[in-house]
């Protein structure tokens, strides 16, 4: 079975531009998690989503957003991207909200 | 706020011995406790997990430990190889969030020949 994919694999933007990262998860998996993960850091959660709908929010600012699609795909979308915002995204999906988390290999962003 | 403190950062070993890693947590709500291992450009990969109602996991080379009153838990690799060299994150989550997990900060291990 396929692993969660992510698109793209590699982003460049420049400051105040927006980004759209996408995310597919493992066939049968419900849920999707997105966390930021900065150099040398772990992982921060940023959203889940459930069925569609948003679960949990990490600590982020209104500049993220993000959705979920009845294929259960799902969208990051950043706006007015700031030099900070430069990490490994990753998606994650699960069976269900409260089932183990299988990480993507991330796209990483970076914002010049 | 770093809700899971983790050490070492970094950890050198001989290939055949036995790196540990530990993991210490504050809120007594967390359920779940997982370990992740991450090689460079590549995703985390859970490797192993456990909840508070056991003291010991263990899933081939990888073992966790666990303290529920010290609230602290740490991840022993028996027999370590230069292909566990990576880096690995212990993590923790409350069912009741919806297991959005909370990461340390990694340890970075070397498997030395």
């Known amino acids: 079975d396929a692993g969660v994919t992510q698109s793209p694999t590699h982003l460049i933007k420049t400051r105040g531009q927006q980004v759209t990262l996408r995310c597919s998860p493992i066939s049968g998996h419900k849920s999707v998690s997105w966390y930021q993960q900065v150099l040398g850091q772990g992982p921060q959660f940023i959203f889940q989503y459930y069925e569609k709908e948003e679960r949990g929010r990490g600590n982020f600012p209104d500049r993220f957003s993000a959705r979920q699609f009845p294929n259960y795909s799902s969208e990051l979308n950043v706006n007015a991207l700031l030099l900070g915002d430069s990490a490994l995204y990753l998606c994650?999906?699960?069976?269900?909200?409260?089932?183990?988390?299988?990480f993507g290999p991330g796209t990483r962003l970076t914002v010049l | 706020q770093q809700q899971v403190k983790q050490s070492p950062q970094s950890l050198i070993v001989q290939k055949g011995g036995i790196p540990i890693i530990n993991c210490a947590y504050e809120?007594?709500?967390?359920?779940?406790f997982p370990w992740y291992q991450q090689f460079p450009g590549k995703g985390p990969a859970l490797l192993i997990a456990i909840r508070p109602d056991v003291s010991e996991k263990k899933e081939g080379r990888f073992t966790i430990s666990f303290n529920k009153s010290a609230k602290q838990f740490s991840l022993h690799i028996m027999d370590s190889q230069p292909g566990d060299s990576a880096t690995y994150f212990c993590a923790a989550s409350n069912s009741n969030s919806g297991y959005a997990l909370n990461f340390g900060k990694g340890t970075s291990l070397l498997v030395t020949p």
């Open positions: 809120n007594t709500a967390f359920d779940y």
């Open positions: 994650a999906s699960s069976r269900s909200a409260l089932d183990t988390q299988y």
